[in-house]
């Protein structure tokens, strides 16, 4: 990489160069973001993809970009602590771009939408690698990133009852699935959030949120042996509650169903905390 050309990018704001075509540049940023320096991911191809679509440089490519971020889900998935999880993630992060600007354009119709949804949920299903900051390399956060591309594809009005049905499944699946790590850099919350845009469509009624929260809720007590810290799985699930909760409590934008599932949620962080939360004394 030429990293004198695309520290002069950044110093410039970000304006596309004249000098270069963009199929080349792309192809180049693309590659960077599975660098594992970051200040080259992090601080050069990320910022100026993203910045590129939110401005409409890729309007014309905004499929194709889709597409190829697409490929980079499946580079060295299933390994584990291996640099390839950043260009995982990170495209994961630029798709992430792609679905909100084609929710603000209108460029990318229904299929597309629904495709790149089912590549972003496959892969986040099966990622391994969930580490959240590597020390020298940067962030990897693949769970946060994969939160944030379910919440653009919740934002998405091609994005019907069905597949937002599946993107809590999804949600339920990361958060249930035997783990060694512990999320502690936010991605409780970041899959919160996610769950929050679902909320916001206004589409789940509780018919289908309450039995939802109780499969979650049904892994929120730990359970383990001595190999085993039973907090595994167990915490990352009780943060998420309680980030849900929080979230729901405190948001401008309620969901219709707020109150109801507010409830529901307290149901289950008392009856999954009772050290914290004993019945009341009978007098």
Excluded at 206 to 233: M, S, T
Excluded at 266 to 280: D, K, V
């Amino acid at each position: 990489m030429a990293s004198g050309f695309w520290e002069q990018v950044v110093a410039d704001g970000l304006k596309v160069p004249a000098e270069r075509s963009l199929v080349d540049m792309t192809e180049e940023l693309t590659r960077m973001l599975g660098d594992p320096d970051p200040d080259i991911r992090d601080g050069i191809a990320f910022p100026t993809l993203a910045t590129w679509i939110d401005e409409g440089v890729y309007d014309d490519l905004l499929v194709g970009l889709g597409d190829g971020m697409c490929h980079g889900l499946d580079i060295g998935l299933g390994l584990r602590a291996d640099d390839s999880v950043f260009r995982r993630s990170f495209s994961a992060l630029i798709l992430t771009e792609c679905i909100d600007r084609s929710t603000v354009t209108g460029l990318v119709g229904p299929e597309v939408i629904l495709r790149w949804g089912d590549r972003v949920m496959s892969w986040l299903s099966r990622e391994e690698d969930l580490r959240d900051f590597v020390v020298g390399k940067g962030w990897a956060h693949a769970v946060a990133h994969g939160a944030d591309a379910l919440a653009a594809l919740a934002r998405s009005p091609y994005v019907g009852r069905l597949e937002l049905t599946v993107i809590l499944d999804v949600i339920a699946d990361r958060l249930l699935a035997p783990t060694d790590a512990f999320w502690v850099s936010g991605e409780d919350d970041r899959l919160a959030l996610a769950t929050m845009h679902v909320l916001q469509r206004n589409i789940l009624g509780l018919d289908v949120l309450e039995p939802w929260v109780a499969r979650v809720a049904a892994n929120a007590q730990g359970r383990g042996n001595a190999d085993q810290n039973p907090f595994r799985v167990a915490g990352n699930v009780q943060g998420y509650l309680r980030s849900l909760h929080l979230q729901l409590a405190l948001t401008a934008e309620h969901p219709a169903v707020r109150t109801d599932l507010l409830l529901v949620l307290i149901g289950q962080l008392r009856r999954t905390n009772p050290a914290y939360f004993p019945p009341p004394r009978s007098h």
